[in-house]
Nanobody, 126 residues
Framework: QVQLVESGGGLAQPGGSLRLSCAAS????????MSWARQAPGKGLEWVSS????????FYADSVKGRFTISRDNAKNTVYLQMNSLKPEDTALYYC???????????????????WGQGTQVTVSS
């Protein structure tokens, strides 16, 4: 069965960096788009970034553009989220998700993704 396991979260200071990883199994990883979303305390789930099967096709929410970088290693069945210049408002539970297909038309729509991990907590605080 499909499994997505996130790791790499933790406590970071404002301006700091973290790198999240999501190890995937149970499907042909290279055939599907992957995404990261987050849920801050008391708020709804927010799309953060997506990557198509062709690694050069990446997409970002305006709130993280220029600070976060999504990438994937199809040989390792892993998708990453490099987070730089972290802000307190980046504090959230971060989830990775598998797309329905290789290149969702509306990457920002959470309904484009069918499996989700359990999440990894990111806290940005001094």
């Amino acid at each position: 069965q499909v499994q997505l396991v996130e790791s790499g979260g933790g406590l970071a200071q404002p301006g700091g960096s973290l790198r999240l990883s999501c190890a995937a199994s149970g499907f042909t990883f290279s055939d599907y788009a992957m995404s990261w979303a987050r849920q801050a305390p008391g708020k709804g789930l927010e799309w953060v970034s997506s990557i198509y099967t062709v690694s050069s096709d990446t997409f970002y929410a305006d709130s993280v553009k220029g600070r976060f970088t999504i990438s994937r290693d199809n040989a390792k069945n892993t998708v990453y989220l490099q987070m730089n210049s972290l802000k307190p408002e980046d504090t959230a539970l971060y989830y990775c998700a598998k797309g329905h297909g290789s290149s969702p038309l509306y990457v920002y729509r959470l309904t484009e993704y069918d499996y989700w991990g359990q999440g990894t907590q990111v806290t940005v605080s001094s």
